[in-house]
Nanobody, 118 residues
Framework: VKLEESGPGLVKPSQTLSLTCTVS??????????WSWVRQPLGKGLEWIGA???????YISPSLKSRTSIVKNTSKNQFTLQLKSVTPEDTSVYYC???????????WGKGTLVTVSS
């Protein structure tokens, strides 16, 4: 299984951050898995952003819920994060991950640094 993040590395404040995760080696429509976004500000710990299930149901961190959406494109085997109204505090390395409902996160992308700056 391979996950690969893609998107702009620089976003201006107040704009929308959009990242896409392309999955290979398995289908995002597979049962018992959810597909998540996690971020890590430089020098800080990991923060779970949210996830989307094979059903299309989404689960978003309460602290980010008002600004975050996650959608999937099953035909392209991709899922996309959109984070609105970004500030410099959203500067992080963003990872896409796969989580098995019983055994937890078992696959990660390499991560992509997104800097929010004017």
């Amino acid at each position: 299984v391979k996950l690969e993040e893609s998107g702009p590395g620089l976003v201006k404040p107040s704009q929308t951050l959009s990242l896409t995760c392309t999955v290979s080696g398995t289908s995002i429509a597979t049962n018992y898995y959810v597909w998540s976004w996690v971020r890590q500000p430089l020098g800080k710990g990991l923060e779970w952003i949210g996830a989307i299930a094979d059903s299309g149901d989404t689960y978003i961190s309460p602290s980010l819920k008002s600004r975050t959406s996650i959608v999937k494109n099953t035909s392209k085997n991709q899922f996309t994060l959109q984070l609105k109204s970004v500030t410099p505090e959203d500067t992080s390395v963003y990872y896409c991950t796969r989580t098995h409902l019983s055994s937890g996160m078992d696959s990660w992308g390499k991560g992509t640094l997104v800097t929010v700056s004017s």
